[in-house]
């Protein structure tokens, strides 16, 4: 889209919004700052933002020497550490295309996007070397595959001309003067976490990422801050942990990675010995850290804000935070398409004065939008809806880190006029907080009304004894479809199905009340811990409801 020109322009410096210029920052202005990495081999690694920005500037020349252009993808199959930072920085930076894989994918997706992609050079950690073994002569384009790890760990291998990262980096000097170029130019690629059909790529441009860095570390948003020490357990694979490898370093903040150990135990640990101050990720993550600390009787000595979002938080996780652990939760909602973040969740002044039940109302929706990013809500025909917090329809968005198209215009025209459909249904109240109720896909039409699937998930965990619980629609014959709640037992506890049942009483409408129960050991996860209610669905079937 083209823009009409003012006769009178400001005279400014033009400078173009590169990622780049997030580390030389950071190098030059907190070069002190400590970035501690619990690496694939069992140790720990620490060194500063200055050293990284010297390693970052050797891979820089190395991923010339190889060949690697601008525009050329550059892809990752890693964990948060050390190394996958500085290729973070040393691709985007030196105009190649970042393009982070998750590593979760079945084998044949990870070829499939590769190959898709036209991945030029691979480099992936220790862990993942049996993955890449089985899919190397499949990725057609990948002319250079590289281990991220030492001389002395280098094993044997059928990967034909396999390089070593130490080795690569040692070889090239940290003499690299960072390329100036268009700030719209492509930076990094990201694939949804779709659970129909293949994966299709969002590319975000080095003004939309350091647009999306800067809006993401405002007090309002996830407040990032020099005296942070920050720990993304949200995995560098999924939208770039949702930013913070650009926001940490932009605000100065120490940064510890957790690497491939993320049960809560490892988690627990690492952030006592290392003064974690604030993190990220998504529920199920929380969910093992606040089991071990509960089961163990453990606090948190230095441990005090979260965001939380990829999925909703059940607010019974969010109060045993606050109110028993002192963390203080940020929700956040946003998507791969959106960079990703959308919202934050926090409070306004004129909310100070409620009460805490009231102001836990506000904290449990998915937040208020950041700077940058506009809503919508739209009836089935396009019609804006009231924001009265009670009128659900279809989300919409705009803003400068939402993508317009997919890479390589897979599906085609993907805006409504000129807003990006998210697939969420929701409301917003008339303070902008939104709220999300369902997917469009997950949600539950019942005699032609619409029944929002997370709401009863959020109760369901309320109860004492359910550790996980995920709703979903089964055919009736006289409603079309009735809720059905598949539920994970916490160890050792019990509950039947009449008793979670009445559990849901006076807290909904008597007709959104589950018609059944279904208890499993395990509910179906996607690579990015999402539940899979397409599996829920297709198990249960041909489950027929009580009654009929």
Same mark, same amino acid.
């Given at each position: ?309 990829? %999925? ?196 909904? %409408? ?39």
């Amino acid at each position: 889209m083209s823009f009409p020109q003012s006769p009178v322009m400001g005279q400014m410096m033009n400078q173009p919004l590169l990622i780049s210029s997030i580390l030389e920052f950071a190098a030059r202005h907190y070069a002190g700052s400590e970035i501690v990495s619990r690496r694939v081999e069992g140790d720990l690694h620490r060194y500063t933002y200055h050293d990284c920005h010297q390693r970052t500037r050797r891979l820089a020349n190395a991923l010339r020497g190889l060949g690697v252009v601008m525009g050329d993808r550059v892809a990752t199959l890693a964990w948060n550490g050390y190394r996958h930072m500085e290729v973070y920085y040393a691709a985007s930076g030196s105009g190649a295309v970042l393009h982070t894989i998750n590593p979760r994918l079945f084998p044949d997706q990870i070829a499939y996007i590769a190959n898709h992609a036209e991945d030029q050079v691979l480099l992936f950690d220790l862990t993942f070397l049996p993955v890449v073994e089985k899919i190397a002569a499949d990725c057609k384009t990948v002319r250079h595959f590289v281990l991220m790890c030492d001389r002395d760990r280098m094993p044997a291998s059928s990967i034909p001309d396999l390089l070593c990262y130490e080795d690569l980096i040692a070889s090239h000097s940290d003499q690299y003067e960072w390329p100036l170029f268009d700030e719209n130019s492509a930076a990094t690629l990201c694939y949804t976490s779709g659970t129909t059909g293949n994966p299709k790529g969002a590319l975000y441009s080095h003004r939309s990422t350091v647009l999306h860095a800067y809006a993401s570390a405002m007090p309002s948003a996830l407040n990032v801050r020099a005296t942070d020490t920050v720990l993304p357990v949200v995995p560098m694979f999924h939208v770039n942990a949702w930013g913070l490898p650009y926001s940490v370093p932009l605000s100065g903040a120490r940064m510890v990675f957790p690497g491939a150990a993320l049960d809560g135990k490892s988690l627990y640990e690492l952030f006592e010995s290392e003064g974690v101050t604030f993190s990220a990720g998504v529920p199920t993550v929380w969910l093992g850290l606040v089991n071990h600390a509960l089961q163990n009787d453990l606090k948190f000595s230095t441990f005090r804000r979260t965001v939380i979002g990829g %999925a909703a938080c059940p607010p019974a996780m969010m109060d045993i935070l606050i109110d028993k652990f002192d963390v203080e939760v940020i929700h956040g909602w946003g998507m791969t398409e959106m960079s990703p973040l959308g919202t934050t969740g926090g409070l306004q002044t004129k909310h100070l004065a409620m009460s805490k039940e009231e102001q836990r109302k506000i904290l449990h929706k998915q937040g208020h939008a950041i700077y940058g990013v506009d809503m919508k809500i739209v009836d089935d025909e396009g019609k804006q809806l009231p924001w009265d917090g009670v009128s659900y329809g279809h989300l919409l968005v705009k803003g400068p880190w939402i993508i317009s198209s997919y890479f390589k215009q897979e599906g085609g025209d993907v805006l409504q006029d000129g807003w990006f459909p998210t697939g969420d249904v929701a409301t917003i109240d008339a303070d902008g907080y939104m709220q999300i109720t369902d997917r469009s896909k997950d949600v539950i039409k019942s005699g032609g009304e619409w029944i929002g699937t997370i709401d009863l998930e959020n109760l369901a965990m309320a109860h004492p004894a359910v550790l996980q619980a995920a709703c979903i629609g089964l055919f009736h014959p006289k409603w079309d479809e009735r809720p059905v709640l598949v539920v994970v037992l916490r160890p050792g506890m019990k509950v039947e199905r009449d008793v979670l049942l009445q559990f849901f009483e006076g807290k909904i %409408a008597k007709w959104w009340t589950p018609d059944d129960v279904l208890f499993v050991d395990a509910l179906p996860m996607g690579a990015t811990g999402k539940v899979q209610k397409n599996k829920l669905r297709e198990q249960f079937k041909g489950h027929q409801l009580p009654g009929l």
